[in-house]
């Protein structure tokens, strides 16, 4: 069950450091179905309700060519998310987890993501998807095309294998 501001048995809170300006820009807005975190769903699913993305006016161009692409990667930033956990207890069951283990949305930067199926295009840069998992009016950092449709275009570089290939 999500939860809301709640600190279960076990789980560690801390007080982070203050916040500094990264530069991040929200780019727009996504609309979802949910009105709160109880309600949304933990995963977008490619057959759950068609949703909005609304890009913000002076982004409208950045689309070009967009409508090439099944699926889209969604960044977006958590903004109703507690920031302040570092070990966390997502089933309530006493097993602790870091944070950094977890997909969970208490993070130090709410960012999620979520690959959505890419449905149509409305004017004035809305974006009709399925698959989102976040609450409506959640603010949009940025779409990419999903990187698996991608093959590499240069020539392999150094580093580019993992140690042990």
Excluded at 7 to 20: H, K, L, M, N, S
Excluded at 24 to 41: C, H, N, Q
Excluded at 64 to 92: C, F, K, T
Excluded at 128 to 142: E, K, Q, S
């Amino acid at each position: 069950m999500v939860r809301l501001n709640e600190i279960r048995a076990g789980e560690v809170a801390i007080d982070p450091p203050p916040p500094t300006d990264a530069g991040l820009v929200f780019v727009g807005r996504l609309r979802t179905p949910w009105t709160s975190r109880l309600e949304t769903p933990r995963l977008g699913r490619p057959d759950g309700p068609l949703c909005r993305i609304e890009l913000f006016a002076p982004w409208h161009a950045a689309l070009a060519g967009i409508e090439a692409y099944e699926r889209l990667e969604v960044l977006y930033w958590m903004h109703l998310s507690r920031r302040d956990l570092v070990l966390q207890s997502p089933a309530n069951d006493g097993a602790l987890h870091g944070t950094f283990a977890l997909r969970a949305p208490v993070r130090p930067n709410p960012i999620g993501t979520a690959i959505v199926r890419l449905i149509g295009l409305e004017p004035d840069g809305v974006l009709l998807v399925r698959g989102l998992d976040c609450v409506d009016g959640t603010p949009l950092l940025d779409l990419k095309p999903d990187r698996s449709l991608f093959t590499p275009i240069a020539p392999e570089q150094p580093g580019d294998r993992q140690i042990g290939d």
